[in-house]
Structures are given as structure tokens and as C-alpha cells.
């Protein structure tokens, strides 16, 4: 049952991981993988205990936008791997005075109601008549209760802190949002939001593997909330989302057990 994560812009280099007071070396080896949707870059994790692998969305060094960024490649590369579950993680924009930065929180549900990649087309891997084409229906939503309750685990045994579960709004790229939009999207019932992950893990449960997301707030975007203190770049918050939730990568990835997929693809009798 094989692991994989999607790292955001806060990742990119090898990690020296502290284990038990020493320090341990993990390396990811990078490979290609073609796919009917272009090729996918994906790293085999070394240094663990076990396979997994990761993908840098960005790329590494990090060059795309998230506009570019090929979702739909990159799912099917996870599934040629035989990846049953997946974590996603993603720096965000906080839209809700009460939820902490630097914190990691589990997100426990979707807000992405045109369902569209960044070039317009709906997200799906179903894009033309196929044997294998369905609707995802969603059990039990869009992240795994069972993952999720996982990742909680291994945040408590690595003595990690966590925020409480948060709902996120996909809000494409690459430009940021308006005063007004930030509002709409509060309003909707979203407390954080980013410009990937949605179309994430969307395509993974298209594929029958279970996700969990972990987010991390870099900045606030709440009308009169204060952000860190002036001068502070984007790169350097980004930092410290990175510091806040680079173990806990680490430590779900070695210690992680895979959950069922408990949505389905239905599919019409042929």
C-alpha cells in the first residue's frame, strides 16, 4: 500500500529529518512518467523505511505557476504507481480571524463549485467516451475520514500541534484575490483557500486513492486583520510554513497507514 505526497512551494530541497536525537539524510530521486495527458515529474522518497513517493507541483527548482501545472498528468502518474493514498499540502491565505498561521490544519472539505482546471476545461480525467469513464460520487467526500484521522495520529505521536479542521476554497491563479472576493469566499464558508490542491485531489479520487490535505497559513486576508510585521516577504512566510509542517511530512510518510477508498466511481453498464 504505497504513499505518496504533493509539496507545495514551501519544499524543495533534500531535508536533513531529525529521528531520536539524530539527524537522517532524505533525498528524492526524480523520474519521469509519460502520460496521455504529457509527461509528469515524480521523486521515489529516499531514506525512509518505506517506498513513497513525492511530487513538487511547482517543479524543483520551483518554475511553474499554478496555472501551469499539469493535474492532470501528474494524477495519473501517482496511479501507474500504484499510490493508495496521498496527502496534499498547500501554504494558504487565511480568511478567518480565528485560525491560526503557521499552524498545520487538516482540511475537512471543498469549496470548488465550477469544478475547472486553470485552462477552463472541467476538472476530470474523464474527458472523452471511454470504458472507464464515471461519476465520482462522493461517500463520504472528497478527503478520507479514515486518512485524515491518520494524519491526526501521526501529528499526536510525533508531538506535533495541530489547529483545528478547516474548509478550503480552490481560487485559481496566478493572481491574487480582491478585497471583495476574499469576502465572497468567507461569506461562502471558506476559512483558507490557495490556488492549487482543489484540482488535486479531485483527480486522485478519480483515481481511487484516498487523500488527506494539510495546510499551512502564511498570511491573513481578513479586512483589518494585522499580517506579519512589515517587511516580511512572501518567501520568507513561506518559510515558515514550510518549518511549521516539514516534519509532520516526514513522519506521515514513515508511519502512515493507507486507508480504503471509500467513494466510487459509478459507471453506466456498457
Not at 117 to 135: N, Q
Not at 197 to 220: F, Q, T
Request: hydrophobic share 40%; net charge neutral.
Amino acid at each position: 500500500m504505497t504513499l505518496a505526497v504533493i509539496l507545495g512551494s514551501a519544499f524543495g530541497s533534500d531535508q536533513k529529518e531529525s529521528k531520536g536525537g539524530r539527524q537522517r539524510d532524505v533525498s528524492f530521486e526524480a523520474m519521469t512518467i509519460d502520460t496521455r495527458f504529457g509527461q509528469a515529474e515524480v521523486h521515489r522518497v529516499k531514506g525512509l523505511n518505506k517506498e513513497a513517493f513525492a511530487i513538487f507541483r511547482h517543479g524543483r527548482p520551483h518554475r511553474f505557476l499554478p496555472n501551469q501545472v499539469n493535474y492532470r498528468a501528474q494524477a495519473l502518474a501517482l496511479k501507474s504507481l500504484g499510490v493508495s493514498s496521498l496527502l496534499i499540502t498547500s501554504s494558504v491565505g487565511v480568511m478567518d480571524e480565528n485560525v491560526p498561521l503557521y499552524t498545520p490544519l487538516l482540511v475537512s472539505d471543498l469549496l470548488m463549485p465550477e469544478n475547472r482546471l486553470p485552462d477552463g476545461s472541467a476538472c476530470t480525467l474523464f474527458d472523452a467516451p471511454s470504458k472507464e469513464h464515471g461519476h465520482l460520487v462522493l461517500s463520504e467526500g472528497l478527503f478520507s475520514k479514515a486518512l485524515n484521522a491518520e494524519s491526526a495520529r501521526v501529528a499526536k505521536n510525533a508531538d506535533i500541534a495541530m489547529g483545528d479542521d478547516v474548509v478550503f476554497a480552490y481560487v485559481g491563479g496566478p493572481r491574487t484575490k480582491t478585497k471583495a472576493e476574499n469576502r465572497y469566499w468567507a461569506q461562502a464558508g471558506a476559512q483558507v483557500n490557495s490556488m492549487t490542491l482543489g484540482p488535486e485531489v479531485v483527480l486522485a479520487n478519480e483515481c481511487e486513492i484516498s487523500c488527506s490535505a494539510i495546510v499551512v497559513g502564511h498570511k491573513y486576508s481578513v479586512p483589518g486583520k494585522p499580517n506579519p510585521p512589515d517587511g516580511e516577504s512572501l518567501a520568507e512566510t513561506l518559510v515558515s510554513s514550510k518549518e511549521a509542517s516539514e516534519r509532520l511530512v516526514y513522519a506521515w510518510l514513515e508511519n502512515a497507514q493507507s486507508a480504503k477508498f471509500a467513494n466510487h466511481i459509478f459507471r453506466f453498464p456498457s
